[in-house]
């Protein structure tokens, strides 16, 4: 069982800069790739960044890519999103989840926990 609670969320105007973080609790965080997804208002959830088990292969989102980085913290059991450059189409809630393996990094339904989500809002 892994417990997930993101934080660091909020309103930033357009450009600005958020940090979201992950704690997971359990003592196999390093067993589990990490991903964020996030979710607009009236639209699907969908993948945003994905970190394998080591830290050693990131993934993103096409329209993220060069804006976000995804890191992990293994012997903190943390992972996080660094957000620069943020947009009006970054808001959402974003989601933190984990699944077992390094594969499948893009698909939903292969993880297996998900956390609460934070609210992102940026203003243009």
């Known amino acids: 069982q892994v417990q997930l609670v993101e934080s660091g969320g909020g309103l930033v105007q357009a450009g600005g800069s958020l940090r979201l973080s992950c704690a997971a609790s359990?003592?196999?965080?390093?067993?589990?790739?990490m991903g964020w997804f996030r979710q607009a208002p009236g639209k699907e959830r969908e993948f945003v960044s994905a970190?394998?088990?080591?830290?050693?292969?990131?993934y993103y989102l096409s329209s993220v890519k060069g804006r976000f980085t995804i890191s992990r913290d293994n012997a903190k059991n943390t992972v996080s999103l660094q957000m620069n450059s943020l947009k009006p189409e970054d808001t959402a809630v974003y989601y933190c989840?984990?699944?077992?393996?390094?594969?499948?990094?893009?698909?939903?339904?292969?993880?297996?926990?998900w956390g609460q989500g934070t609210q992102v809002t940026v203003s243009s």
């Open positions: 989840a984990a699944k077992l393996g390094n594969s499948y990094y893009t698909a939903m339904l292969r993880y297996n926990y």
């Open positions: 359990g003592r196999t965080f390093s067993s589990y790739a």
């Open positions: 970190i394998s088990t080591s830290g050693g292969s990131t």
